[in-house]
């Protein structure tokens, strides 16, 4: 099958790849002829783990190839994914400029029957905008399909050919038939393609994400009990979490959720159940808990300090919203750093990939380490804020001789309270003693 995928983001780039992956013809479409370049010529442009491989395969077999013209991208093709960028304006909303336009442009140039797929995350009532944007300009038969995308930074691969379940709006027999035969190599196991109509599947993606955030802000405000009243929020999250009506995911406590996802989902579910006329109270105390998590740390930084940062400096461990991931959308670390450099500290930061995107968004604010054990060096107290896997069993010894305190302020609970404090450290974490 030939496909075109519009947008060459996280989203695009995964989707076009497992696509090419299970023998479809896939191109990928941007208007960044920088990126089209790097990515024509193997230059994978996002880090996920597993994709660069699937990438370079399907690249050199020529089944994944990258262009900035629509029009040469869309031709012959029978499916058209848009995966474009759906930022939040001012107010929450969702901008759907970019998708908008794309469909006036797609009308203009189109050719016979195309199944014109919302892949990006879109506010109810999106596909039949993108129908009548492209129906404007061209009278022949197409299907607007909604399909949003469930794929978690850092296994997403494996999110998209081994899916929970896939979702497909579309109250068309003959969209519904292209995109059964589309997804039928990824749910041969048995797992589901569930049909409904296009908004049901659009407010399924924002009511996911929206739920699984408040999970964690739900956890989180446990875990501000648990700081209180002398409870251990580990033990209280084993103790709900085996109740498999609630389940074990997400109920980590830490210093609040980020990334494009989540923050984004929670705030267009908000308004667009304002211009419903609903108050959607809980998810309002969702958004509201979370900023105020992502600066927990820093009043127990500032209380071990006496109050005062002033000329300190610190250890910064994690920079990426999420560990396997490069993004730092919201990423509870900037929340940090902000947050220190206004009382007059010094930070030096250390993460696995995030540390050039965080340089292009504050420049020299902090100083960037070669390594998480360079970042100690003359640091006051280490701050953690991300949970990379190579964090999580470090060389405590050596963070003790090169910290000037032993003071480790752990924003993802990373270490055991018993034995870091056996160490001699002075430890903090979330809803543990």
Same mark, same amino acid.
């Given at each position: 099958?030939?496909?075109?995928?519009?947008?060459?983001?996280?989203?695009?780039? *995964?989707?076009?790849?497992?696509?090419?992956?299970?023998?479809?013809? $896939?191109?990928?479409?941007?208007?960044?002829?920088?990126?089209?370049?790097?990515?024509?010529?193997?230059?994978?442009?996002?880090?996920?783990?597993?994709?660069?491989?699937?990438?370079?395969?399907?690249?050199?077999?020529?089944? =994944?190839?990258?262009?900035?013209?629509?029009?040469?991208?869309?031709?012959?093709?029978? %499916?058209?994914? #848009?995966? #474009?960028?759906?930022?939040?304006?001012?107010?929450?909303?969702?901008? #759907?400029?970019?998708?908008?336009?794309?469909?006036?442009?797609?009308?203009?140039?189109?050719?016979?029957?195309?199944?014109?797929?919302?892949?990006?995350? *879109?506010?109810?009532?999106?596909?039949?905008?993108?129908?009548?944007? %492209?129906?404007?300009?061209?009278?022949?038969?197409?299907?607007? $399909?909604?399909?949003?995308?469930?794929?978690?930074?850092?296994?997403?691969?494996?999110?998209?050919?081994?899916?929970?379940?896939?979702?497909?709006?579309?109250?068309?027999?003959?969209?519904?038939?292209?995109?059964?035969?589309?997804?039928?190599?990824?749910?041969?196991?048995?797992?589901?393609?569930?049909?409904?109509?296009?908004?049901?599947?659009?407010?399924?993606?924002?009511?996911?994400?929206?739920?699984?955030?408040?999970?964690?802000?739900?956890?989180?405000?446990?875990?501000?009990?648990?700081?209180?009243?002398?409870?251990?929020?580990?033990?209280?999250?084993?103790? %709900?979490?085996?109740?498999?009506?609630?389940?074990?995911?997400?109920?980590?406590?830490?210093?609040?959720?980020?990334?494009?996802?989540?923050?984004?989902?929670?705030?267009?579910? %908000?308004?667009?159940?304002?211009?419903?006329?609903?108050?959607?109270?809980?998810?309002?105390?969702?958004?509201?808990?979370?900023?105020?998590?992502?600066?927990?740390?820093?009043?127990?930084?500032?209380?071990?300090?006496?109050?005062?940062?002033?000329?300190?400096?610190?250890?910064?461990?994690?920079?990426?919203?999420?560990?396997?991931?490069?993004?730092?959308?919201?990423?509870?670390?900037?929340?940090?750093?902000?947050?220190?450099?206004?009382?007059?500290?010094?930070?030096?930061?250390?993460?696995?990939?995030?540390?050039?995107?965080?340089?292009?968004?504050?420049?020299?604010?902090?100083?960037?380490?070669?390594?998480?054990?360079?970042?100690?060096?003359?640091?006051?107290? =280490?701050?953690?804020?991300?949970?990379?896997?190579?964090?999580?069993?470090?060389?405590?010894?050596?963070?003790?001789?090169?910290?000037?305190?032993?003071?480790?302020?752990?924003?993802?609970?990373?270490?055991?309270?018993?034995?870091?404090?056996?160490?001699?450290?002075?430890?903090?974490?979330?809803?543990?003693?």
């Amino acid at each position: 099958m030939k496909i075109a995928v519009v947008g060459t983001g996280y989203v695009g780039l *995964v989707t076009g790849t497992c696509f090419a992956e299970t023998g479809n013809k $896939v191109s990928c479409i941007d208007i960044d002829k920088n990126k089209i370049d790097k990515l024509s010529n193997g230059e994978i442009t996002i880090y996920e783990p597993g994709l660069e491989k699937l990438f370079l395969r399907n690249l050199k077999e020529g089944r =994944l190839q990258f262009t900035t013209s629509l029009a040469e991208g869309i031709e012959d093709a029978a %499916i058209i994914f #848009l995966a #474009l960028p759906t930022p939040p304006g001012e107010d929450g909303a969702a901008d #759907l400029r970019y998708v908008l336009g794309v469909s006036a442009e797609l009308g203009k140039i189109m050719t016979g029957y195309k199944v014109i797929v919302d892949k990006s995350t *879109v506010p109810v009532g999106t596909a039949q905008k993108v129908y009548t944007a %492209i129906a404007a300009n061209y009278k022949g038969a197409f299907d607007v $399909v909604s399909n949003p995308e469930f794929l978690r930074e850092g296994v997403a691969v494996d999110d998209f050919m081994k899916p929970d379940r896939v979702v497909v709006g579309t109250n068309s027999e003959r969209a519904r038939k292209v995109m059964s035969d589309l997804y039928a190599p990824f749910v041969r196991q048995g797992n589901p393609v569930i049909f409904m109509d296009e908004r049901s599947a659009e407010l399924t993606k924002y009511a996911a994400n929206s739920f699984l955030a408040t999970k964690i802000s739900f956890m989180n405000e446990i875990a501000q009990l648990c700081e209180r009243m002398g409870a251990d929020v580990d033990m209280v999250r084993r103790g %709900i979490g085996s109740d498999e009506r609630i389940g074990k995911r997400f109920l980590f406590p830490g210093i609040g959720y980020g990334g494009s996802c989540f923050p984004k989902d929670v705030q267009a579910l %908000i308004r667009s159940s304002e211009e419903t006329g609903y108050d959607f109270m809980i998810l309002k105390a969702v958004e509201r808990v979370n900023e105020m998590q992502k600066q927990h740390l820093v009043p127990k930084i500032k209380a071990y300090f006496k109050g005062d940062l002033k000329g300190k400096h610190f250890a910064l461990w994690g920079l990426a919203f999420k560990p396997n991931t490069d993004d730092i959308r919201e990423a509870p670390a900037l929340n940090l750093i902000e947050a220190l450099t206004a009382e007059g500290a010094t930070i030096a930061a250390f993460d696995p990939e995030a540390m050039p995107n965080v340089k292009k968004s504050i420049g020299d604010k902090i100083t960037y380490a070669a390594g998480q054990y360079d970042a100690l060096t003359n640091a006051d107290a =280490l701050v953690i804020a991300t949970e990379w896997s190579e964090f999580r069993t470090p060389d405590f010894e050596m963070i003790g001789e090169r910290l000037k305190h032993k003071a480790i302020f752990d924003g993802r609970n990373l270490f055991d309270v018993k034995y870091i404090n056996a160490l001699g450290y002075h430890y903090e974490s979330i809803g543990r003693s």
